[in-house]
């Protein structure tokens, strides 16, 4: 493969993986404040399910931006 092409994936992957932890840390904190009492199993659930969403978006945008797959 060609290098400007391994760097330019390289970077999306960053890309994508900044934006994917942004968000994984934007829906627990706005769960674990706005939604869930402040309790430690409550917040453990909104962090659960910040890192799912953004573990399905990593996963679908790494194939669809970085490497266009199907």
Known sequence: MDKKIILIEFVKFGVVGTI?????????????????????IYTNIAYAIG?????????????YFTFKTK
């Open 20 to 40: 994917a932890t942004g968000l994984h840390y934007l829906i627990y904190f706005l769960l674990s404040k706005f939604v869930f009492i402040d309790t430690k």
């Open 51 to 63: 890192y799912l969403i953004s573990w399905f978006f990593n996963l679908y945008a790494t194939a």
